[in-house]
């Protein structure tokens, strides 16, 4: 899929600090992710599953996708965070009208969930706005975080950046 190579392309980079990622070597296998939904609401969308089966999360400076089961150093299990803040998944779930999952954040305080038709939800912890950011997960790496509309993430300074690193064309 084009969103995990976009990822290795941007890991591969200048563009992130080596010192605040954490990339696991292997991914995971179906089994152990469906031992992991066992504990969610619903089950993973495909491309959720092909990132797991890339990489068990990663951690990355921007967005820090969480993993299944025993994970790494630094990257966060999906359904130990589920359940720390399963009143905020039911909150967002009610909110969207369907079972989400909370996979990733990132270090401004943003929690993104996967709704189960696909589109991404971005939560701003500190006022509660629900904002739709992608159509789905591959959107969301290939174009919202690290494509097109990456100013619409971090400003225009960082879709700067990625087109400087010609991860993205001019």
């Known amino acids: 899929m084009k969103f995990i190579e976009r990822i290795k392309e941007v890991v591969g980079s200048e563009l992130l ?10 991914g995971v296998n179906d089994e152990m992710i469906s031992k992991e939904e066992e504990m969610l609401p ?9 990132l797991l ?41 009610a ?15 943003f929690m993104y969930f996967e709704l189960e038709s696909g589109p991404i939800i971005q939560l701003d912890t ?4 629900m904002t739709k950011v992608a159509e789905d997960m591959s959107d969301f790496f290939l174009n919202y975080l690290f494509g097109e509309r990456a100013n619409e993430y971090s400003g225009d300074d960082w879709l700067q ?10």
């Open 17 to 26: 600090l080596k010192d605040l990622m954490s990339i696991p070597s292997i």
């Open 42 to 50: 619903r089950s993973l969308s495909n491309n959720h599953r092909l």
């Open 53 to 93: 089966k890339t990489w068990n999360g990663i951690d990355l400076d921007r967005v820090r996708v969480y993993g299944i089961g025993e994970t790494e150093e630094f990257i966060k299990p999906l359904g130990k965070e589920y359940e720390a803040w399963k009143e905020i998944v039911d909150e967002v779930a």
């Open 95 to 109: 909110k969207m009208g369907g079972k989400v999952v909370l996979f990733a954040d990132d270090p401004a305080g």
């Open 126 to 129: 500190d006022g509660g706005s």
């Open 161 to 170: 950046e990625l087109i400087d690193a010609k991860i993205i064309p001019e």
